[in-house]
């Protein structure tokens, strides 16, 4: 590892694959659409965010292995997101939205379109992808779930919820897909630096009167036993890793990269 957070990247050929990356338009999406079109992969970078799209690829460097394809897509549109993935051989469910309130405060439109975007759109991109992962005999699932996928908190109900039926369906195109070559699995990172959490960051430490660096220990890591946030090139490299030969064993499982949150 060159420095903390920032990993040697694994041995990846991912020359003539199409992969599909959610959520491509920043944060870990960007981070794993950037990863896996440096393998060589062709991406199909899916978001809602047309500005973010452009920006990722005029980031892809020239001549570089690889390319990347803007695929502007709201996941709400589910007829839409099984079409856009056919043919493809790597799928990445990374996108997702969060609301913090509690239960009798929740609004239930916003639960409902939680549920379709970060659960129900996974499955209709699993319905599209999996006809032509099979008759090629490899492909790989990888869904970015959480550590609420593993464990819940207050005030999350939608979230949560979520990535706890994300895990399953994960573990169940597992067992579906291994007769055809095909893996599923989860990764789990804890909070990962991204400009979400860093405006959580400053927003608490304002609410608190304390600075951001005790409002990550005390607050947000609480119960990590590592101190930092992930870094959105660490999740992109475990995702990396799991689509190499190596790892071809792996499937059904859940990876987490908390810091040691969950081993409590």
């Given amino acids: ?25 920043g944060g870990i999406g960007r981070a794993c659409a950037l990863r896996l079109a440096a393998a060589g992969a062709t991406v199909r970078a899916v978001d809602r965010d047309t500005d973010g799209l452009a920006r990722l690829v005029t980031d892809h460097p020239n001549g570089a292995r690889g390319r990347i394809e803007p695929c502007p897509l709201d996941l709400t549109d589910l007829d839409a997101a099984e079409r856009i993935a056919a043919g493809t051989d790597l799928l990445v469910n990374n996108a997702g939205l969060q609301l913090v309130r509690p239960i009798e405060e929740f609004p239930p439109e916003v639960f409902h379109e939680v549920l379709t975007v970060m659960l129900e759109a996974p499955f209709r991109l699993l319905r599209g992808a999996l006809p032509h992962m099979y008759a090629r005999g490899w492909g790989r699932v990888i869904n970015i779930s959480s550590v609420h996928g593993l464990r819940a908190s207050p005030f999350k109900s939608a979230y949560v919820a979520a990535k706890h039926g994300l895990e399953g ?96």
């Avoid at 991204?194 to 005390?218: C, F, K, M, N």
């Fill in 1 to 25: 590892m060159t420095a903390i957070g920032t990993p040697d990247p694994v041995s990846l050929d991912l020359d003539g694959r199409t992969a599909l990356v959610t959520g491509a338009a």
């Fill in 169 to 264: 369906l994960s573990k169940t195109a597992a067992l579906e897909g291994a007769p055809h070559g095909v893996t599923s699995n989860c990764v789990n990172p804890g909070y990962v630096r991204t400009p979400l959490v860093e405006r959580q960051l400053a927003d608490q430490a304002a609410a608190h009167g304390i600075p951001e660096e005790r409002v990550l220990a005390e607050i947000l890591l609480a119960d990590s036993a590592l101190k930092r946030l992930v870094e959105p090139a660490e999740v992109a490299e475990a995702v990396a890793y799991l689509c190499t030969p190596q790892a071809s064993f792996v499937t059904g499982t859940s990876l987490a990269l908390d810091g040691g949150w969950t081993a409590h």
